[in-house]
């Protein structure tokens, strides 16, 4: 399953995006990614989210800040009031856009921190996402040119959580304002559709326009890890999904994500996970019981 290249629209009097989707049988798997950060509140449902190589279960109330490109989803089990939809309010706003007010204003230095380390993905501390929900809500019933002071106005707020949790392997952040911008784009977007098939160096150096040593450097400098550790955590990422969502063989899900051999597929598995593809589907299992 390859993730989707999601285009997000702001409104034509808006810089920034937003949903308030309601949902009445299910949030469901849709593994996507997109350019912008994306803050999601969802409510009245409980069910398992996947960010990157993260797999986790979510609750009414949980409250997540994703960095550009990386790919992610939720998928629902259940409702708390089966009467009421499940929803999730969904805020986008993309790099350059903050980039240029955290530049601008010193007040939001601690905002330009929190867009730093949600290049992993971060979860908020139940304390944090109860005190910003009001304001969620607020944001959702404003006039559509009301809602940018409250949507920097959350930030702020959201910036001091110490305990906000970072949720997949450590993938450093794209540039925003270097020139190699458009080429790690162009790289990642043929990677995050293409992961799960044989992927040449040189035909992403072609990508990039760059020798397969400058796509190493370039690659390594921003993203933190060399083009085949990124995609074997992309692989792994979905192996994970799959292992927890479905109930397809392990050697169909080694092949479903890339991998010819299963040995390898464990191997890998393990070194990531620290417990083999088997024991990491069994404890899910457990917990769902």
């Known amino acids: 399953m390859k993730p989707l290249l999601e285009k997000v629209m702001p409104p034509d009097d ?6 308030d989707r309601r949902l009445e049988d299910a949030i ?10 994306e803050l999601t509140l969802t409510l009245n449902s409980v069910g398992q989210r996947f960010i990157g190589d993260h797999i986790g279960d979510y609750d009414d109330g949980d409250l997540v800040l994703i960095g550009p490109n990386l790919p992610h989803t939720w ?4 409702k708390r009031n089966p009467a009421a939809p499940h929803v999730a309010r969904v805020m986008w706003f993309h790099p350059n856009w903050a980039a240029g007010l955290t530049a601008l204003l010193a007040e939001l230095r601690g905002v330009a921190e929190l867009l730093a380390r949600a290049q992993r993905g971060l979860r908020f501390s139940d304390g944090a996402a109860a005190a910003v929900r009001p304001l969620i809500d607020e944001l959702f019933a404003r006039p559509a040119a009301d809602r940018l ?3 920097i106005d959350i930030l702020r707020r959201l ?3 110490g305990d906000a949790t970072p949720l997949a392997s450590p993938i450093a952040a794209v540039p925003q304002h270097s020139a190699d911008r458009t080429r790690i784009d162009r790289v990642l977007d043929v990677i995050h559709q293409r992961y799960t098939e044989p992927l040449a160096i040189g035909e992403l150096a072609d990508v990039a326009a760059l020798s397969a040593s400058g796509l190493h450097r370039m690659f390594v400098r921003h993203v933190r890890s060399p083009v085949s550790v990124y ?3 992309l692989r792994l990422g979905e192996a994970c999904a799959l292992l927890s969502a479905t109930t397809r063989p392990i050697a169909h899900v080694a092949s479903d994500v890339g991998y010819d051999s299963l040995a390898n597929f464990n191997r890998q598995f393990k070194a990531m996970k620290q417990m083999t593809p088997r024991q990491y589907r069994q404890r899910f299992a457990a917990g769902r019981r």
């Open 14 to 19: 808006a810089s920034w995006a937003w949903l």
């Open 149 to 151: 002071s409250v949507l």
């Open 75 to 78: 998928a629902s089990r259940d």
């Open 231 to 233: 995609i074997t955590r």
């Open 28 to 37: 469901p798997f849709q593994w996507h990614h997109h350019p912008e950060f």
């Open 159 to 161: 910036a001091d959580d």
